[in-house]
């Protein structure tokens, strides 16, 4: 859909309750913190977003310095709008998926999360090699900040719950059945 920067991602419903880390992976890496899986590989995910128009940025880093004071690099990339679209009794449906989780450490009027392209990172092997990071991981729409993420939370949340207690969760009565099969749209975002 490249008229349209969009793509869209077959899965299926991996987690529906419990505290979350990644909104999509790959099949067989975080499945158990992810509200879907995939078969696509990272990389694909990223060729095809490209393909569709959009510019990859950089995924988002944290680090804790001398002092104990958390240093956050926020992730860069065209800012993307992550939708699902399943079926139910009622029909066809549509909605972001971030509706299919809640923050239970923020203030209720608080925004709705923000997402962007930010590509994952190579790297080096001890071949010399470079391979894609998020094919290994499975990052593929992140919430915690694990720096691989092809689309990541324009938040930087550390993946230690030591510097930061686990959030978000699974937004149970609202997300189809574990197995359900579910298209994840990935698509530029008017907003900045």
Known sequence: MPAQKAIELEGRI????GFLEQLVCRQ????????????APASAVHAALLAAG??????????????GALQLIQ???EPVQVLVRWMDATGQR???????MVNTRADPGQAAPAFVFAGSRFRKLPDGSERYAADDSGSIVGLVTFGDEVVAMRTVIPDKVDVAPAAWKARTDDIPPEGS???VIIRASEQP
């Open 94 to 100: 549509t909605q972001p998926l971030a509706q299919w």
């Open 14 to 17: 991996a987690c529906r309750q």
């Open 75 to 77: 992730p860069q990339g």
């Open 28 to 39: 067989g890496t975080r499945d158990h913190e992810s509200l879907i899986v995939t078969t």
């Open 181 to 183: 099969a579910v298209t």
């Open 54 to 67: 959009l510019r990859a940025g950089s995924p988002g880093a944290w680090s804790v310095d001398r002092s």
